[in-house]
T-cell receptor, first 110, second 114 residues
Framework: KNEVEQSPQNLTAQEGEFITINCSYS?????LHWLQQHPGGGIVSLFM???GKKKHGRLIATINIQEKHSSLHITASHPRDSAVYIC????????????FGKGTKLTVNP | GAGVSQSPSNKVTEKGKDVELRCDPI?????LYWYRQSLGQGLEFLIY????????KSGLPSDRFSAERTGGSVSTLTIQRTQQEDSAVYLC????????????FGQGTRLTVV
């Protein structure tokens, strides 16, 4: 079992819909990252959070440390949001190895 | 530079040849990471540098893989005697201090071993 699990694996939405991508992890973490990978392969860091909630434009990330769960929400989705979204856990204990989920492929249709 | 720069962006090599992949991190970032993404797979940690030293090499898949970093800046990932299973996108990331700060990723090098 992967230490970081994402759901769903694939998600298709219509433009304007509210999107939720989930990430559950089994390791103790010091931080959790949400990354976006576009079809060309480049990766952009969206959020890094260790508690609570962060918002950037139409993107919102939340984390519940007790439940070992994080969610990424996209409001008013747009075709340009189509990408693979990856969550990655930074384990406690000083390890510098991010543990990655397998990613959620989001397709937003116009 | 403004971001993490990797070169080449694409590399096709014959099985058995050696390849070198280069990463230029953001200026001032002391932490540098190499990851691999094989087709249809998630990202996989390879090695981490803090300054010029590599405290964690545990992700390197075999002794054909090595990496170095000089001057606390540029890093080179070398794969000797490449095999077809080495075909993947190799991604580099840097962060100011360590992984609990925001990481910035390069565009990756797509390696194809034929």
């Amino acid at each position: 079992k992967n230490e970081v699990e994402q759901s769903p694996q694939n998600l298709t939405a219509q433009e304007g819909e509210f999107i939720t991508i989930n990430c559950s992890y089994s390791v103790g973490i010091s931080a959790l990252h949400w990354l976006q990978q576009h079809p060309g392969g480049g990766i952009v860091s969206l959020f890094m959070l260790s508690s609570g909630k962060k918002k950037h434009g139409r993107l919102i990330a939340t984390i519940n440390i007790q439940e070992k769960h994080s969610s990424l929400h996209i409001t008013a989705s747009h075709p340009r949001d189509s990408a693979v979204y990856i969550c990655a856990a930074a384990p406690q204990g000083g390890s510098e190895k991010l543990v990655f989920g397998k990613g959620t492929k989001l397709t937003v249709n116009p | 530079g403004a971001g993490v720069s990797q070169s080449p962006s694409n590399k096709v090599t014959e099985k058995g040849k050696d390849v070198e992949l280069r990463c230029d991190p953001i200026s001032g970032h002391t932490a540098l990471y190499w990851y691999r993404q094989s087709l249809g797979q998630g990202l996989e940690f390879l090695i981490y540098f803090q300054g010029n030293s590599a405290p964690d090499k545990s992700g390197l898949p075999s002794d054909r893989f090595s990496a170095e970093r000089t001057g606390g800046s540029v890093s080179t990932l070398t794969i000797q005697r490449t095999q077809q299973e080495d075909s993947a996108v190799y991604l580099c990331a840097s962060s100011l201090v360590f992984v609990n700060t925001e990481a910035f990723f390069g565009q990756g090098t797509r390696l194809t071993v034929v």
